[in-house]
């Protein structure tokens, strides 16, 4: 299940995964099935957007909910990858979902009160307008402070150059993840805050053949 980031003006959501052959792609190279969601606030979604806040969070955890009950899908080898934004909500789900398989988060913060301090006037007014400054609300979108409620496997991407999103954001997530006892994998690049396929796929898709390996179906 993929989760998409900013969008620009665009805001076209699950639909732009779509379009851009993402999903046909992972589909078919691991032969499993691929599916994307939208937030509040794109796509055709319901709104407002919440920056990655519990209407987020919901909104992907109902998907989730829906992928499970499909039949062709088995329920305890699911994998939610986000990006950027998506990143964000995505780690907050995994400490409300105990079960999912395994996580992938590439270019996302997971201390927001700490990005929001060192971000740009885009972003920070971004944050203010759609979840306010309250330390609830940052409390609620910082996963960083919640990972002793994470299970799930995680792969970590992120571009030591990244100007949205500081390299120290991922390097202290997954220190603090590893000290709480969860399976957790950094992999660095050399780029900014979109990372190159070229770059990622190197890690990403052995990460995923390990998951989706016929062998673990025996796994408890």
Do not use: W
């Amino acid at each position: 299940m993929l989760v998409h980031g900013y969008q620009g003006g665009l805001f076209k959501g699950a639909k732009q995964v779509v379009e851009r052959g993402v999903l046909l792609q992972l589909s078919s190279s691991l032969n499993i099935t691929a599916a994307a969601v939208s937030q509040p606030g794109f796509g055709a979604s319901d709104g407002p957007a919440d920056f990655c806040g519990p209407r987020t969070q919901q909104a992907i955890m109902a998907a989730l909910s829906f992928l499970k009950e499909q039949p062709s899908i088995d329920p305890d080898r699911i994998v939610l990858y986000g990006y950027s934004r998506g990143a964000i909500a995505s780690a907050m789900v995994a400490t409300q979902v105990p079960d999912l398989e395994a996580l992938i988060l590439s270019s996302g913060v997971y201390d927001l009160k700490a990005a929001f301090d060192s971000s740009s006037g885009g972003v920070r007014q971004a944050i203010q307008n759609e979840a306010g400054l309250s330390n609830e609300a940052f409390l609620a979108r910082s996963a960083l402070y919640h990972t002793h409620k994470i299970h799930s496997n995680i792969l970590i991407l992120h571009g030591r150059q990244d100007d949205r999103a500081p390299v120290s954001q991922a390097e202290i997530f997954a220190e603090t993840l590893s000290d709480a006892g969860v399976p957790v994998t950094l992999s660095l690049f050399e780029c900014g805050h979109r990372i190159p396929l070229e770059y990622s796929q190197g890690v990403l898709r052995p990460f995923l053949e390990q998951i989706f390996a016929p062998s673990a179906l025996g796994r408890n």
